[in-house]
């Protein structure tokens, strides 16, 4: 092989991995959520059963923790998947929403 042909290979296999790669953002949590109760799960159990959230914030005026799982390919669809919390203020869940593109998930969550 020549130095030319090797540096030609060289190239393609780099640029292939490049691009074929995937990159994610957030840490990936359980899509199984129905074991949140409202008014009697706490933060506690969610920061046991999730980690810590990504994002905090309000929503009119309640307290909210987000986890969310994000991953980005160049050639295959964007996946992503959330879950946002909302708070009563003893610090229970007052309601929550979970949403994904995940096919898994939409296999589930469409039956």
Request: a positive charge.
């Amino acid at each position: 092989m020549t130095f030319k042909s090797s540096i030609l290979l060289a190239a393609c296999a780099i640029t292939l991995t490049i691009f074929s790669a995937c990159v994610t953002v957030g840490e990936d949590f359980p899509s199984q959520v129905a074991w949140i109760v409202r008014d009697k799960t706490t933060k506690k159990e969610l920061e046991v059963r999730l980690g810590a959230p990504w994002r905090v914030g309000y929503d009119t005026g309640l307290l909210t923790w987000t986890w969310g799982f994000y991953r980005y390919s160049i050639f295959r669809p964007v996946r992503t998947k959330d879950l946002l919390v909302r708070f009563n203020s003893n610090g229970t869940v007052n309601s929550y929403s979970f949403s994904s593109s995940f096919d898994e998930d939409i296999n589930t969550l469409s039956q």
